[in-house]
């Protein structure tokens, strides 16, 4: 996450902290997700553009054909395997809402970026390991429920 962002965040609950009888920093298991989210991405852009893809794949943008590419090479083990590794992530955001009311989180790592940016290559110096992994935190969700820990 980016520094700005973290900063950002502790500063929020520091200042909402005393609203809550208890703020907790927590760190979930969340599995595969990264992985699980290209499955069902991917399977996402088969299903919206295979008769777009199949007409003329030329009329499709770049990422769109690089996402529909990837979704037709998986195969039914895969999905399988997501959907099971969705259903284990879910199992656990389960069991955390008996202990907990409300989850703090940010949405994503870092501030606004020009619009002619189509997405982030890296973050805080590292290479990201695709086009859409700045959104991480929006499908992994790491969560934040206290000032707590430098990620």
Known sequence: MGAEIRQAMREKIAAMSHLFARCDHIVIDMGEADRC???VRAQ???ARY???YEQDPSLLGPNIRANY???AKMTLSDAAWAAG???R???RFQALYRDYDLILSPTVPV???PWTQLYLEELEGARLRNYYH???LTYDCLLYTSDAADE
């Open 37 to 39: 989210f290209d499955v």
């Open 50 to 52: 295979q008769a777009q």
């Open 89 to 91: 992530i879910f199992r």
């Open 44 to 46: 996402g852009f088969v």
């Open 111 to 113: 501030t606004p970026f």
């Open 69 to 71: 590419e990837i979704g």
């Open 85 to 87: 590794e969705q259903t």
């Open 134 to 136: 700045w959104l991480a």
